[in-house]
């Protein structure tokens, strides 16, 4: 019994190792194996194309009327009516405002009256001065004929000497009377009183054809400055009108844009007031020298106001094409790096980042002009770009196939 039991015990002993060591080999054999993945950098790319690249400049301005006028009565008076208020639209010769006319007619009827006594002296000084001819003529005529017949009686010495001196005296003291008669009456009946009674006459007539102010042009009233019952003088504007149809955006542009800007190119203009949406306005005016004080160029925007809501005072944004280049290789701006001294783009090559050293040209800001350095076509990589370096491994992950 011994014996068997050694040889159980060692059976049993034998059974464990083995059930042991079977099962350390299944749990080894079943151990995961690790796979070690090759390291790549995720880079988004563009592919060079041509484009029209476009430069601009915003710059601030301010809205005012090509067509301005301010109104100034031509004659002083009290207020007696005003028609309009400031928005209001007028036409050209609509009533503005009137003055009081009370005492422009009686300085009318006066004048009035003092021309009538001046027309009618001057007619009968002009009636008397031809009838004081008319009788002179003929009184001079028989003293002329007295005259001839005296001295053919001398002739014949039918008179003396004396009588026929004293018959050449009384014809010249005879001509004399009557010439200074009619210069006198021809002072009397000289126009220059009636002209100065008819320009009277004129003046007060016009004052009371002008106590009622018109528009002289159509537009929108811009200012009002007078009130019933204040006084109205050519002294102080009474009202301002603005042609809201002719209106442009007024800004000035500093030297180094100014030969840049054409006269007829068009401009972005935003008046923020009005709404978000900008409008094209045509450059109208360039001027030609620098404002003194502030050393800028003033320029004047045109605008199509056919809604009417852009008004003169209205601030606006203007964006102006100073460079433009059309059918040009480019590229996004952010793709270009400056690496030792060099201006470079990296370029995807199969799976590798290669380096492209470049010459550029206009830049906007968004997009740069190439000049040399890429070829049509080229994937240029735009994002992740300063991540990596000659020879990298990339892959394109957004904008091209995956590699």
Known sequence: MKNLTGVTR???????????????TGCSATEPTTVVEEKYIPVEVEAVGKKTLVNTAMLSGKVSSETEVTVVPEVSGKVESVSVKVGDFVNRGAVLFTLDTSDMRETYAMAEARYQNSKELWDAANASLERTKTIALEKLANAKQNLANTKALFE???????????????????????????????????????????????????ALDNAIVTA????????????????????????????????????????????????????KVTVSSVSGDSILGKIDHISPSSD???????????????????????????????EEKADVLAIYS???????????VYVVEGDKAVAKEVVTGLDTGVEIEILKGLNL??????????????????????GGETS
């Open 156 to 206: 014949v010495g039918a008179v003396s000497k004396a009588e026929l001196d004293q018959t050449e005296l009384a014809f010249q003291e005879l001509e004399s009377t009557l010439t200074g008669q009619i210069e006198q009456l021809t002072v009397q009946a000289s126009d220059s009183s009636l002209n100065l009674t008819q320009l009277q006459l004129s003046q007060a007539r016009d």
């Open 334 to 344: 952010e793709a270009v790096i400056l690496k030792n001294d060099k201006t470079i």
């Open 292 to 322: 003194p004080q502030t050393q800028l160029y003033p320029i004047k925007i045109s605008l199509d106001n056919t809604s009417g809501l852009i008004k003169p005072g209205m601030f606006t944004k203007v964006e102006l094409t100073i």
């Open 216 to 267: 002289p042009v159509g537009g929108i009233v811009s200012k009002v400055n007078v009130t019933v019952g204040n006084m109205a003088s050519s002294a102080q504007p009474a009202l301002s009108l603005t042609d809201s149809s002719n209106l442009y955006s007024s800004l000035s542009v500093a030297e180094n844009l100014v030969n840049r800007l054409t006269a007829g190119n068009t401009a």
């Open 377 to 398: 076509g080229d994937k240029v990589i735009i994002k992740g770009q300063t991540l990596v370096d000659e020879g990298h491994k990339v892959k394109v992950v957004v």
């Open 10 to 24: 060692r059976i049993i002993i034998l059974l464990v190792v083995l059930l042991v060591g079977g099962s350390l």
